[in-house]
């Protein structure tokens, strides 16, 4: 994806993701869970089978076991019956098994025919209309993998599929990586909590639900500090706060330029800032350090910008790949595709612009269309879209063009 030219001082996007992702790191440690408690943790070893899968040769549909060589137009007498959970029998020479979805497949055995291609005759024989492959319906042992095999690698989010593996092997407990503990702060003296009264030159905390939300969807464990005011002594004492009660920090408002935004100083004051400013509208304040704890490389902190929008894009592209890199698990690249344009408008200067669209579907192509106002104070077009058209910097959007399309569904946990 073209960037444009950027902005003096901003970093581009793509380095300042590649930057993110680099400094991730996995908490240290490891938890054992029953694999009740295991939904959406992260495997901390690699695990392989213990048992083959299938464990024994069984039947794929209800009906008759048989050996193929020998159905004839004489039929076969029915000299078993095996239902699901049965012992492994023997098949007698000249005879058929009725069997069932999932019962071990007697010995001798070749075929499963279903039922509803046999007929029984008035002494209950089976007559078999049409072709019986060798091995038809029969599920064999191992066929899926062996005992030793690989299942699942470390770094695996174990989703209801995984988890469900894992039970049919007989696994009732699992190492996983600890959860992430992420310190919340919400900055700005003008903030109040839904709820409360409303007031000239107040605004409602929108940041705080909203983080709250894509971080615990994001599997991580919220320790909410609220809303610390906007002065340098306020900051420090909640950052040492959350320094020594979390492994991550983020924090929303008070990280631009202004001298009321006192983020990034005191940051460099407890630890260190890496890198400040992003070329990308909104999100352009985004600030990333540590806050010395006495380790190597101390407690990493996230300043997102006020704006609720710049905060938004800036967990999307930015914070969200960082915490997944410290959960252990692996990051890929931004998943985009082109869609035209359905409307015109001009670009931004010096930073990539990542519009919230909707696609419109209703034509011969899909068309990308402005889902509301595009200020990084306007939750409303967020609240619609169905992801990002992504514009090069200084560059104009023209109707029936086409352009990087970030689809919302690569950001939702
Ligand atoms: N002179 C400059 N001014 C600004 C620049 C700049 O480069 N030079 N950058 C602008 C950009 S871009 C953004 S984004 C904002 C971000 O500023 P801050 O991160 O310092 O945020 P604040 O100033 O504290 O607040 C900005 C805006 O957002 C509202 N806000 C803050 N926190 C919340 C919250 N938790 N929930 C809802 N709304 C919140 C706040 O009331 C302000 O309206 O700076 C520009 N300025
Ligand atoms: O991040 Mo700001 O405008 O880019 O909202």
New binding site residues.
């Given amino acids: 994806m073209s960037c444009g030219t950027l902005a003096r001082g901003l970093l581009d996007l793509e380095v300042a993701r590649a930057r993110m992702i680099a400094a991730a790191e996995p908490v240290p440690g490891e938890e054992r869970v029953t694999l009740e408690q295991a939904s959406r943790r992260v495997l901390a070893r690699d695990l392989s089978a213990r048992l083959d899968m299938p464990g024994i040769d069984n039947s794929a549909m209800d009906g008759y076991a048989l050996r193929v060589a020998e159905v004839s137009g004489a039929g076969l007498p029915v000299v078993l019956r095996v239902p699901a959970g049965a012992e492994v029998a023997v098949l007698p020479e000249g005879g058929c098994a009725r069997i069932f979805t999932g019962a071990p497949v007697p010995e001798g055995a070749d075929g499963v025919v279903p039922q509803e291609r046999v007929r029984l005759d008035e002494a209950g024989r089976v007559h078999v209309s049409g072709e019986t492959r060798l091995g038809a319906n029969i599920r064999r042992r191992g066929e899926e993998y062996r005992t030793g095999d690989a299942l699942l690698p470390a770094g695996w989010i174990l989703d209801a599929a995984a988890l469900a593996m894992l039970a049919s092997q007989g696994i009732d407990e699992v190492p996983v990586l600890p959860r992430l503990k992420v310190a919340l702060i919400?900055?700005?003296d003008?903030?109040i909590e839904p709820g409360e009264p409303f007031g000239p030159g107040r605004?409602?905390?929108?940041?705080?639900v909203m983080l709250k939300a894509l971080l615990e969807r994001a599997d991580c464990d919220v320790l909410d500090l609220g809303?610390i005011a906007?002065d340098p002594a306020s900051l420090r004492e909640a950052f040492s706060a959350a320094r020594d009660g979390a492994d991550l920090v983020v924090c929303?408002?008070?990280?631009?330029?202004?001298e009321?935004?006192h983020?990034r100083p005191v940051l460099d004051e407890l630890g260190g800032l890496w890198f400040h400013g992003v070329a990308i509208?909104?999100?352009?304040?985004f600030a990333f350090g540590y806050l010395d704890d006495g380790s190597p490389k101390g407690v990493p902190l996230i300043?997102?910008?006020?704006?609720?929008v710049?905060?938004l894009v800036g967990w999307h592209l930015l914070a969200r790949p960082f915490v997944q890199g410290c959960q252990g698990r692996a990051v890929g690249p931004l998943q985009h595709y082109r869609v035209c344009a359905g409307f015109s408008r001009r670009g931004s200067p010096g930073r990539r612009e990542l519009l919230r669209v909707v696609i419109d579907w209703q034509g011969d192509r899909p068309l990308a269309l402005l889902a509301g106002g595009q200020g990084?104070?306007m939750l409303h077009a967020a609240s619609q879209a169905h992801g990002y058209l992504m514009l090069a910097a200084d560059t104009d959007v023209e109707e029936g063009h086409e352009y990087p399309y970030l689809p919302a569904g690569q950001f939702v946990d």
């Avoid at 605004?203 to 705080?208: G, L």
């Avoid at 300043?303 to 609720?308: D, M, T």
């Fill in positions: 919400s900055t700005g003008e903030l605004v409602y905390n929108s940041n705080r809303i906007d929303t408002g008070g990280v631009s330029v202004g009321e935004d983020v509208k909104p999100g352009k304040p300043g997102l910008p006020g704006n609720p710049a905060s990084s104070h």
